[in-house]
């Protein structure tokens, strides 16, 4: 084989093997949505987060209707294995955990896709093989009710969770596994075996963490999230928070699975969720935007503190890590 054609062959297999990296251009993007005319998420992100995504999608696109489907992380997993197996072929785009959607990647059910507006964004919020983008990032810390717990008195790291003053005092909400995974990672099995030794009462979702706070169920609630706390203390709640570190934090993503059956669309929206705009009505919603020329309140609240962002490999221990926290907190 000649030197020149060695070259031709090897430039075109280059290309060939890149080939699922490219994005099109938005022009195309567009031209390609307007034939699909539908889009169809997958996501675990709240419903009224979803409906305000697509409101303000619609009014810039509004040649494509707009569905979705949402639910806990691990059964949205589920859901999407059980369908991809069954080559049922409904969803054109995921936006769940990063975790979650690692998962998904290390069981080959998604397809290569860097976004154009994926370059403005740093390297630890995008997947080395092109599978997802981070859009925002949700940081765990610790509420408190402030009319029972002044904040000079409430914990200031997290020894200080181990004080004899919050036995029986604290609630933990069993879905945050990210936050419990990290926290036996760094502090390990034996400082989460006293802190279980403390009786904290284990409750089930953030929303219902935060309500049995305001109320004064319990004094103090371990991992709840930064914008859930302050946007109860806006509304007048007697609920504060402080900020343990180093904070756990993880970030949610946009990927695509290995058949969207409008592939245009799915990247379109991808493209403006992870624009300035779309970044934007992240904000406005409350999640911590990850473009930094968005100014972002919950933001400022998280650079205040050193951060850890939770393995995104997570996954790959998940049962191990519900065991373990079934063992210690059930």
Request: hydrophobic letters at 40%.
């Amino acid at each position: 084989m000649s030197r020149a054609l060695y070259l031709i062959l090897a430039v075109a297999l280059v290309c060939w093997t890149q080939a699922p990296l490219l994005a099109q251009t938005q022009e195309q993007l567009i031209a390609g949505a307007k034939k699909e005319g539908k889009l169809v998420v997958y996501a675990s992100a709240t419903a009224p987060q979803l409906q305000m995504y697509f409101t303000a999608f619609n009014k810039r696109y509004p040649f494509i209707k707009t569905e979705f489907f949402r639910t806990g992380k691990q059964k949205l997993v589920s859901k999407i294995l059980f369908e991809e197996q069954a080559k049922q072929h409904i969803a054109d785009l995921i936006h769940t955990s990063v975790i979650e959607t690692n998962i998904l990647k290390k069981r080959g059910v998604l397809s290569r896709h860097v976004p154009l507006e994926s370059a403005s964004y740093p390297a630890q919020y995008k997947d080395p093989e092109g599978f997802w983008t981070s859009v925002y990032a949700s940081g765990t810390l610790l509420g408190f009710n402030s009319r029972q717990v002044k904040r000079a008195e409430a914990p200031k790291v997290y020894e200080d969770l181990l004080n004899p003053r919050w036995k029986g005092g604290l609630a933990i909400d069993t879905n945050k596994i990210e936050w419990f995974a990290m926290l036996l990672k760094i502090k390990g099995r034996s400082f989460m075996e006293k802190l279980a030794a403390q009786s904290p009462s284990p409750r089930d979702g953030n929303t219902l963490v935060l309500q049995l706070l305001a109320a004064g169920e319990f004094p103090g609630a371990t991992g709840v999230y930064e914008y859930s706390v302050e946007d109860l203390k806006s509304r007048g709640a007697p609920v504060d928070w402080i900020g343990l570190e180093p904070v756990i934090t993880y970030t949610v993503a946009v990927s695509l699975p290995s058949q969207p059956p409008r592939p245009f669309a799915a990247k379109l929206f991808i493209e403006w969720l992870l624009s300035k705009e779309g970044q934007e009505v992240i904000n406005q919603y409350g999640r911590v935007p990850i473009r930094d020329d968005v100014e972002s309140k919950y933001g400022k609240i998280l650079k205040q503190h050193k951060l850890l962002m939770t393995d995104v490999d997570l996954g790959q221990r998940e049962v191990e890590v519900n065991e373990t926290f079934r063992k210690l907190f059930r």
